[in-house]
């Protein structure tokens, strides 16, 4: 179930987000794999939802640990942060930003000072007759 390599148009805005590595001089260790086919294998295991470490090396994106590492590594870097909010000011520069159906839900935003907390009850007359009806 291999799907397609990365797009070339969504790699060019990818590409200059991400922080270059150099090999060290002394105990330059193994060579990394490029970014390009990690970034295809995490969204290899994102799409199909496979376990990490089953991960095919036969697909040539690393192993399952490399993109795993790779993904927290961008992921703290505030990589994917940074491309949403490109591509967002791309979409709304070409006028194809539709916000009239964007949805939120609790699950997604924290309610920060949102709500009023509730204080205590008066019982009352009628707070005690709708209670024992």
């Not at 086919?37 to 040539?60: D, H, K, N, S, Y």
């Not at 979409?91 to 309610?111: F, H, N, T």
């Amino acid at each position: 179930m291999a799907t397609a390599p990365l797009d070339d148009e969504l790699w060019k805005l990818i590409e200059p987000l991400l922080q270059v590595r150099k090999r060290r001089l002394h105990h330059p260790g193994r060579k990394r794999i490029h970014d390009r086919r990690t970034l295809a294998g995490i969204l290899f295991v994102l799409r199909t939802g496979i376990a990490w470490q089953q991960l095919p090396q036969e697909l040539g994106y690393g192993s399952g640990r490399t993109c795993w590492r790779r993904l927290q590594e961008w992921q703290q870097a505030g990589v994917f942060q940074a491309l949403h909010e490109r591509l967002l000011s791309q979409l709304r520069a070409a006028g194809r930003l539709d916000l009239s159906r964007a949805v939120c839900d609790s699950a997604s935003l924290r309610a920060l000072l949102g709500a009023i907390k509730p204080g205590p009850v008066r019982l009352t007359g009628a707070n005690l007759a709708a209670s024992t009806t």
